[in-house]
C-alpha cells in the first residue's frame, strides 16, 4: 500500500509558500503549497501554523505547573478554541489569526512568568516555540519556519502530523461539550501533554504510536462527554422522519454542528413568521426531542457541505455557518452569509458571542430573513435517522434476532465525510450494491450519498440507520459494544461487521485513533489514504490494525463479503 507523503528531497527541491496536508483533497495527493484546495490563502494558513507553534510552546511551559484554577480553565479553553479554529474548511480570515497570535503570546509569556515564579533556580534548555520573540512584524516571516515540514525526518513528521490532527478533532469535540457546560480536566491535560510531546526530539516512532493510541483513549472520552452533553441537555435521539422540501415562509439556514447555537436561535425566532432549515450536519438536530416543540423547525435543505454554493443562492434567506464547513462564497449569497463561534470568512458578518454567558444575538439574521422570499424548493420528501446507540438498544432483541436467524447478514460501518472529488460516487455505488440482508451503520455526512436512496428494510429495520453528526460515530461504537458483549463474544472483530468509512478532515482522524484504541481492525478508508502517513506509517497501520484503502466496488465488495 503506498503513501503519497512528500520525500524530503521533494520538500527542499521546492520552497512552497505553504505547506498543508491535513485533508482529503490535499493538493496532487500530496499537499497544498500555493494556497489550499479549501480556499485557505497561504498567508492564513502559515498563520495556523505559527499558531499551533505557539500552542505547543504554552504546553510545555504548563507542564508541571501548579496553575491557578482560573487560568488553567483559561489556557484549556484558549488551546482548544485555537486548535478547532484551525481544522478545514473553519476559518479563512487573517486577521482573525493575528488576533489569536497575539493572544497566545500573551498568554505564553504569561504561563512562563509563573514557571519562572515556581522554578526560580531552575536551568530550564525552553524550546522555540516557547521563547521566540513574538514581534508582530515576525510572524510571517516566522510562520513559515515552524510549519510542518520543520520535522525532518518524514516518519516522526507523519506522526507528530497525526497525533496534531486528532488532538484538533478531539478539541472540536471538547468545543460543544463544553458549549454544554460538560468539561473534562483529564481531556484538557491530555492535549497540552501530547503538544508538548511534538517539541521533543527524544521521542521515537514507537513512543509516538503509543501516544497516537493514547489520543485514540481520550478521543472516545471526549465523544462521550459530547453525547453526555447533547443528551443531557436536549434528550435521546428518537426514530424522526425529516421534511426535505420547502414551506411558504421565509427561512434560516443553519449549517455546521453547533446544537447550542440552533437552540438560541430557534428560541429567538418564536412567532416571527420565519422557519428554521437545517443543512448537512444539522441534520441531526431534528432528532432530539427539545427541538420537536418548536413548530417552526421545518426541516433539512439540501446535502453535504461541499454542495453549500449551489444550495445556499436558492435558499433566498440568510444562512448560519456555527462551526466548520465553510466554502468560499459566490457573490450571490455572500451577504446573506453569517459566521459564528469559530468560524470566519474575509468580508462575511459574524455573530458573536454574548456577553458574560448572555445568549448570542441573531437580530440581524431575523431581520434579514423577513424581507426575504422562502427558499426554493431543490427536493421533496422525507429521510429517517435517530439510530443513535439509545434508540438501536431499545429495539435491540429484534436486531439481535435478526442476525440470529441470518435476515441480517453484515453491518457496514460507513460513517465520516462527504467531499468534492468524483472518486466518492464509489460509496453511493458501494451502498447500491449491498446484499439485501446488510445495513449501514452511519453518521457524518457521508451519509449523503447513500441516505436518500430506496435500499428498503429488513424486518422493519431500515437498511440505512443514521446515528447523527460526526461526532455521534460514538453511537456506533456503543451499539457495536454491545452487541459484542449480547454475544457473548471477547473479540469486537468478532462480530459480522465491517468499516469502509470516508474521510475527509480532523474529526475524522480523532474517530479513526479511537477505533484503533478500542482494537477495532481492518478499518478501510478512502477515497485515498491521508497524504501525512508516511509509506512507513502506513506500515505499522497495516502490520497491526490491519488499515487498508479502497478500491473498486466489485472487487472490495467481494473481499468485504469474503467472496
Excluded at 489569536?100 to 519562572?116: H, T, Y
Excluded at 524550546?127 to 513574538?134: F, I, K, L, M, R
Excluded at 516566522?142 to 478533532?169: C, H, P, Q
Aim: hydrophobic share 40%.
Amino acid at each position: 500500500m503506498n503513501s503519497q507523503s512528500p520525500s524530503n528531497e521533494s520538500i527542499e527541491n521546492n520552497q512552497p509558500s505553504m505547506f498543508c496536508f491535513q485533508c482529503q483533497e490535499a493538493s496532487k495527493g500530496t499537499g497544498c503549497t500555493i494556497a489550499g484546495v479549501c480556499g485557505k490563502p497561504h498567508d492564513v494558513a502559515n498563520l495556523m501554523d505559527l499558531l499551533v507553534h505557539t500552542l505547543k510552546g504554552i504546553s510545555f511551559l504548563s507542564l508541571d505547573l501548579d496553575l491557578p484554577t482560573e487560568t488553567e480553565r483559561r489556557v484549556s479553553l484558549f488551546i482548544m478554541d485555537s486548535l478547532f479554529a484551525t481544522i478545514t474548511n473553519a476559518n479563512f480570515d487573517r486577521e482573525v489569526f493575528l488576533a489569536k497570535n497575539r493572544e497566545a503570546l500573551a498568554l505564553r509569556d504569561e504561563i512562563r512568568a509563573l514557571r519562572g515564579a515556581q522554578f526560580p533556580n531552575a536551568s530550564d534548555n525552553l524550546p522555540d516555540a516557547a521563547v521566540w520573540t513574538g514581534e508582530e512584524s515576525e510572524f510571517d516571516a516566522k510562520a513559515k519556519t515552524v510549519g510542518v515540514l520543520r520535522t525532518e525526518n518524514e516518519d516522526i513528521r507523519s506522526l507528530r502530523e497525526l497525533l496534531i490532527y486528532g488532538l484538533k478533532g478531539m478539541s472540536a469535540y471538547a468545543y460543544h461539550a463544553g458549549h454544554l457546560d460538560e468539561i473534562d480536566p483529564e481531556i484538557d491535560a491530555f492535549i497540552r501533554r501530547a503538544l508538548a510531546a511534538t517539541l521533543d526530539d527524544t521521542l521515537e516512532a514507537g513512543d509516538l504510536v503509543a501516544l497516537n493510541l493514547e489520543a485514540g483513549k481520550y478521543g472516545v472520552d471526549a465523544m462521550a462527554m459530547l453525547d453526555r452533553a447533547n443528551t443531557g441537555a436536549y434528550g435521546n435521539p428518537e426514530v424522526t422522519k425529516v421534511k426535505i422540501g420547502v414551506g411558504r415562509r421565509p427561512g434560516i439556514l443553519i449549517s455546521g454542528h453547533d446544537l447550542k447555537d440552533l437552540e438560541q436561535l430557534l428560541k429567538q425566532t418564536e412567532g416571527r413568521g420565519i422557519d428554521i432549515y437545517t443543512h448537512s450536519e444539522m441534520l441531526p438536530a431534528h432528532y432530539y426531542p427539545a427541538f420537536k416543540k418548536y413548530e417552526h423547525f421545518y426541516g433539512n435543505y439540501g446535502n453535504a457541505w461541499w454542495k453549500q454554493n449551489r444550495e445556499f443562492e436558492s435558499f433566498n434567506g440568510p444562512i448560519l455557518m456555527t462551526t466548520n464547513c465553510i466554502v468560499p462564497p459566490k457573490d450571490s449569497y455572500v451577504g446573506r452569509l453569517y459566521t459564528t463561534g469559530n468560524t470566519g470568512y474575509p468580508g462575511v458578518a459574524h455573530i458573536p458571542d454574548g456577553e458574560n454567558g448572555a445568549p448570542k444575538n441573531f437580530s440581524a439574521l431575523i431581520e434579514q430573513a423577513l424581507t426575504c422570499a422562502a427558499p426554493t424548493e431543490i427536493e421533496t420528501g422525507e429521510i429517517v435517522g435517530g439510530f443513535a446507540h439509545d434508540a438501536v438498544m431499545n429495539v435491540a432483541d429484534q436486531v439481535v434476532d435478526a442476525v440470529k436467524t441470518g435476515a441480517i447478514s453484515r453491518f457496514f460501518v460507513m460513517a465520516g465525510c462527504d467531499g468534492r472529488m468524483k472518486s466518492r460516487d464509489y460509496y453511493t455505488d458501494f451502498a447500491k450494491e449491498l446484499p439485501q440482508d446488510t445495513v449501514i451503520l452511519t453518521a457524518g455526512c457521508a451519509k449523503y450519498k447513500y441516505n436518500k436512496l430506496d435500499l428498503g428494510e429488513i424486518g422493519g429495520i431500515p437498511r440505512v440507520l443514521d446515528a447523527g453528526q460526526c461526532n455521534d460515530s460514538y453511537s456506533l461504537v456503543v451499539i457495536a459494544l454491545k452487541l459484542k458483549e449480547v454475544f457473548g463474544l471477547d473479540d469486537i472483530n468478532d462480530l459480522p461487521i465491517s468499516y469502509n468509512i470516508a474521510w475527509y478532515e480532523q474529526k475524522a482522524v480523532i474517530v479513526l485513533l479511537s477505533l484503533l484504541y478500542l482494537g477495532v481492525k481492518n478499518i478501510h478508508l478512502g477515497p485515498t489514504l491521508p497524504a501525512f502517513l508516511s509509506p512507513n506509517v502506513v506500515n505499522v497501520l497495516v502490520e497491526n490494525f490491519g488499515i487498508g484503502g479502497i478500491t473498486n466496488v466489485e472487487d472490495d465488495m467481494k473481499m468485504f463479503m469474503g467472496a
